[in-house]
């Protein structure tokens, strides 16, 4: 198991909370631990891992920090 963060903005914080730490297995993607946490993908805009670009694909690792940002609405 791997201990990592998970920190959500704006609009993803509603009945989430602003940080969720979790130990996952080794080997799960940015987009399990997304669908994990409960957001559906076309919410999201932005996903970095430890401050750099991700993609749902990328492997996470032990101390990881994952900032989620959502698309932003409006007009």
């Given at each position: 198991?791997?201990?990592i963060k998970v920190?959500?903005?704006a609009t993803l914080r509603h009945?989430?909370?602003?940080e969720i730490e979790l130990d996952?297995?080794?080997?799960?993607t940015v987009e399990e631990v997304i669908k994990f946490v409960g957001i559906e993908l076309k919410?999201?805009?932005i996903v970095l891992?430890?401050?750099?670009?991700?993609?749902l694909s990328t492997q996470l690792e032990d101390g990881d920090i994952l900032s989620i940002f959502p698309a932003v609405?409006?007009?």
């Open positions: 198991m791997v201990k920190k959500l903005f009945g989430r909370g602003k996952i297995k080794e080997g799960t919410e999201i805009a891992r430890n401050g750099r670009d991700a993609a609405g409006g007009g």
